[in-house]
């Protein structure tokens, strides 16, 4: 058996649908671009079938992305595998993902059908996909609770029917290292054909064993682990790819397998991510988290200091930590900044360069020094700017007794300009951008933080608004906090006034 393990990464589809962390079809663009660079060997990219925005949100992925091989998942169905190849089509190495539940409490209660219905339904659903696309995966949803004989028979269908990949997952996080390794080692004994595909470990993390669950199945024979950046996902998340990435990397004494991600690029892609959604990592994430590698104590520090390898089990530079440091200037010039900007994944059409650059220089003037984060912002402006039907032109606020938002905005050629007062300066600015607009929402989360260091830092704005049923992020930064926080908000409208021309299907 190979020691090659693929990384199939599902933080645009799995990950995607936790609460918080929904993006729109831009973002997931240049997530996708960032997890190509990471050389995740699989992006999966949405469920198609589930609006016309997931759909339009795969077909994207697939134009964008130039490396990995691009999936989308479909049920067990014709109408959902049929959209999903629809969605692929553009796609260099598409794979359509395929799933059906295997366990008796699903079988009887979800789907009510009987094994023998089931066995024949994953025949058909993998014949169809097999027409339509040349690699295809098949997911016995609920595994972990499924018979063992039962499942061996259906990823033996599966194989027959033409399924490169078996993919066993753990849907309710309820499996142990011990009893995830028995599976796999059985199901791969005990199936015909099972030789020929590759088996694959998809786990969430209820009792925090994500991690460790797929390391086991890798022992037990599986060769390609399902995960998402910063473990994002479904309830308590997904294995959380830099951990199982690290392990792998670190312990290559008891994990002697190779995976083609570049660590370096890890730190880079978990920022993205949180950026992207505004989900903040915690200080303590092992590997990304901000305090990952601070060694605060004494003792600690004086190892350090004498030999890293004292305390360090892993290098910083290794998963990409120090990159972020690197400075640009005023003097920089617009080809060192056309360069960084590419180096960071973002490669941008002429005119908007031309943008970044004016922008850059001003904030070159008050801060002097421009971090890689700021450039970030500024190119996370832009792109905003680049979809919207309101631009926020100007905003002005005064505190006292009595805040009120003088609030200037433009759609096409017409200006429109509203005050109104508030709780605070950012309420009174919201309110008088609902007047404009005719758009109101409820608040629900609003975050703000700084970017990087200095007195005249950009302070980074995240929202969450709920409008008419649906919650939107909105996100932007300013050097003023009322600025950044009202173009946060003014960025939401635009992406709920985007998704009216895009009614979804609701399909499941
Ligand atoms: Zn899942």
Redesign the pocket.
């Known amino acids: 058996m190979s020691n090659r393990v693929e990384i199939f990464d599902t933080t645009l589809r ?1 990950g995607e649908q936790s609460p918080g962390a929904s993006m729109d079809v831009r973002e997931k663009v240049q997530m996708a671009i960032q997890l190509d660079r990471l050389g995740v060997d699989i992006i999966e990219a949405g469920f198609p079938i589930a609006s016309n925005q997931e759909f339009e949100g795969v077909q994207k992925v697939a134009e964008a992305v130039e490396h990995a091989r691009v999936a989308a998942l479909a049920r067990a169905l014709n109408k959902d595998i049929e959209r999903a190849a629809a969605a692929l089509a553009k796609a260099k190495n598409p794979v359509l993902h395929t799933f059906l539940a295997t366990s008796k409490i699903h079988m009887e209660h979800k789907l009510r059908m009987t094994p023998e219905q089931v066995l024949q339904a994953v025949d058909t659903a993998v014949r169809l996909a097999k027409t339509l696309v040349p690699r295809v995966e098949f997911s016995a949803e609920d595994s972990t609770r499924s018979e063992l004989v039962f499942l061996a028979e259906v990823a033996q269908t599966a194989i027959a029917a033409g399924a490169d990949v078996i993919n066993l ?1 753990d ?1 309710v996080g309820y499996t142990t290292p011990g009893e995830i390794r028995a599976m796999f080692e059985y199901v791969i004994k005990h199936a015909k054909g099972s030789e020929g595909a590759i088996f694959s470990s ?1 786990n ?1 993390n209820d009792l925090g064993l994500a991690v460790a669950n797929a390391l086991a199945a890798v022992l037990g024979g599986a060769r390609q682990i399902e995960c998402t950046v910063n473990g994002i ?2 309830r308590a998340g ?1 294995t959380s790819l830099e951990e199982v990435v690290m392990a792998m990397h670190t312990r290559q004494d008891q994990y002697p397998f190779v995976c083609q991600v570049r660590t370096e690029e890890i730190v880079p892609s978990s920022e993205a991510l949180s950026r992207i959604t505004g989900l903040a990592v915690p200080y303590n994430k092992p590997v990304v988290g901000r305090n990952a590698f601070a060694h605060e104590s004494g003792i600690h520090q004086h190892g350090m200091i004498a030999n890293s390898k004292t305390y360090e089990i892993m290098s910083p530079e290794s998963v990409g930590r120090k990159r972020s440091d690197l400075v640009l200037g005023k003097h920089s010039g617009r080809a060192g900044l056309a360069k960084r900007s590419e180096e960071l994944g973002y490669a941008l059409p002429e005119d908007q360069l031309v943008q970044l650059y004016e922008r850059f220089i001003a904030l070159a003037d008050k801060k002097k020094e421009v971090f890689d984060d700021d450039l970030r912002m500024l190119i996370t402006s832009i792109n905003n700017e680049s979809f919207e039907t309101y631009h926020l032109q100007r905003v002005n606020t005064s505190g006292g007794d009595l805040p009120i938002a003088a609030v200037q905005m433009i759609r096409g050629d017409a200006t429109y300009e509203e005050a109104a007062t508030g709780d605070g300066p950012v309420d009174a600015a919201i309110k008088a951008i609902e007047a404009i607009t005719g758009v109101s929402g409820t608040l629900e989360e609003f975050r703000i933080r700084a970017v990087t260091p200095g007195k005249e830092a950009l302070g980074e704005a995240h929202i969450t608004v709920h409008i008419q049923g649906r919650s939107i992020t909105g996100s932007d930064a300013s050097t003023d906090i009322i600025e950044a926080a009202a173009k946060a908000y003014v960025n939401a409208i635009n992406k709920y006034l985007a998704g009216q021309t895009m009614p979804d299907q609701n399909q499941g």
């Open positions: 799995d997952p849907t998809h969430h996902g479904e997904n």
